[in-house]
């Protein structure tokens, strides 16, 4: 946890970390972004993921694969 409380899996994404962590392009984590699929936080220009929001976008595909 560093001085403002926040521990290394809070820390937000960028579309290249999301990209690796589904071992996708980092263009197909933009698209993703853009079609809002996965939720951001903006700041300024900047585009942010909160790793607790990949984690649901992860669950809802799983559940989506499995129900068919």
Do not use: F, W
Request: aromatic share 2%.
């Amino acid at each position: 946890m560093n001085e403002l409380g926040i521990t290394q899996d809070e820390r937000l994404l960028k579309a290249a970390d999301v990209a690796r962590i589904l071992n996708i392009s980092k263009a197909m984590a933009y698209r993703l972004i853009q079609q809002r699929e996965i939720p951001v936080v903006r700041i300024s220009h900047a585009v942010r993921v909160k790793p607790s929001d990949l984690e649901t976008y992860i669950r809802r595909c799983s559940e989506a694969a499995i129900s068919g």
